[in-house]
T-cell receptor, first 113, second 112 residues
């Protein structure tokens, strides 16, 4: 198993600004992912964070809006750029050695005003 | 593409047994996972079925029928703490099974 921490846990930001969310895993994991979840809704995959290379984005998500870094096996960041109220959501990172069993961070609750 | 359908809400009483169903349509299939998420909490992994049949983990069991594109999570001896949302998820073949697609989620409400 793995323990995943995220920070910040929550933030309130003004539109047009950017926020970087950090994700730290306590052990080396092969895969790291970033998700978005609206309260009461399912999880939507934003991208797969690849160590030392560009992230793999899902349809509807682009690098200019959600740049992701993963400099090593235990750390990743997600930036939400040029924010609008539609970006208000919970952002979750996850990691695992196999995609079917992922360990999730506690999430970052973002509100954009 | 992938789609996974679950009932939106299920209610039950303490001590009862409840079954949460998941039907899926995928371009390729490589196993069904289940996750639990309490309000305000992180999703936590419960079980995985790579092959047909029943997998048991304590009070929780999960079943898969690949021919029917169907699975379920069975919760026995329900406790109040089991009130949570439950998600089924499949691995996506399109990326070599390297990512999960989550179902719509089922909110379980357990009453005394």
């Amino acid at each position: 198993s793995a323990v995943i921490s995220q920070k910040p846990s929550r933030d309130i930001c003004q539109r047009g600004t950017s926020l970087t969310i950090q994700c730290q895993v306590d052990s080396q994991v092969t895969m790291m992912f970033w998700y978005r979840q609206q309260p009461g809704q399912s999880l939507t995959l934003i991208a797969t964070a690849n160590q030392g290379s560009e992230a793999t984005y899902e349809s509807g998500f682009v690098i200019d809006k959600f740049p992701i870094s993963r400099p090593n096996l235990t750390f990743s960041t997600l930036t939400v750029s040029n924010m609008s109220p539609e970006d208000s959501s919970i952002y979750l990172c996850s990691g695992g050695t196999d995609s079917y069993e992922q360990y999730f961070g506690p999430g970052t609750r973002l509100t954009v005003t | 593409g992938q789609s996974l359908e679950q009932p939106s809400e299920v209610t039950a009483v303490e001590g009862a047994i409840v079954q949460i169903n998941c039907t899926y349509q995928t371009s390729g299939f490589y196993g069904l996972s289940w996750y639990q998420q309490h309000d305000g909490g992180a999703p936590t992994f419960l079980s995985y079925n790579g092959l047909d049949g029943l997998e048991e983990t304590g009070r929780f069991s999960s079943f898969l029928s690949r021919s029917d594109s169907y699975g379920y999570l069975l919760l026995q001896e329900l406790q109040m703490k089991d009130s949570a949302s439950y998600f089924c998820a499949v691995r996506d073949r399109g990326t070599g099974f390297q990512k999960l697609v989550f179902g719509t989620g089922t909110r379980l409400l357990v009453s005394p």
